[in-house]
């Protein structure tokens, strides 16, 4: 089935960016939406943002203005541009993928450490 590769984590300054990359690899199902979500120490799993197969794009309003989510439709590959980042961004970031038909975000990555310090 669909497997997803995250890399670009890393420690930051705060102000500093960032650019993550989600890869899939193995077999690859149809799928209706590509997105990235981040799980603090402690905390529940957020969504960050997402992009649909047409292209239109959503973003949870704490990183509205500061993240941007595109992709590559020649590789599949997504993005997650992370500027003006804060110590509050500090999480394991996930990429995830939504399958076509049932809507559910079955597919999943390892997961990338993101870290801004103060």
């Known amino acids: 089935q669909v497997q997803l590769v995250e890399s670009g984590g890393g420690l930051v300054q705060a102000g500093g960016s960032l650019k993550l990359s989600c890869a899939p690899s193995?077999?690859?199902?149809?799928?209706?939406?590509m997105g990235w979500y981040r799980q603090a120490p402690g905390k529940q799993r957020d969504l960050v943002a997402t992009?649909?197969?047409?292209?239109?794009?959503d973003y949870a309003d704490s990183v509205k203005g500061r993240f941007t989510i595109s992709r590559d439709n020649v590789n599949s590959t997504v993005y997650l541009q992370m500027n003006s980042l804060k110590p509050e961004d500090t999480a394991v970031y996930y990429c995830?993928?939504?399958?076509?038909?049932?809507?559910?975000?079955?597919?999943w990555g390892q997961g990338t450490q993101v870290t801004v310090s103060s």
């Open positions: 992009i649909s197969s047409s292209g239109s794009t």
């Open positions: 193995g077999s690859i199902f149809t799928t209706n939406a």
């Open positions: 995830a993928a939504r399958r076509t038909y049932y809507n559910d975000w079955k597919y």
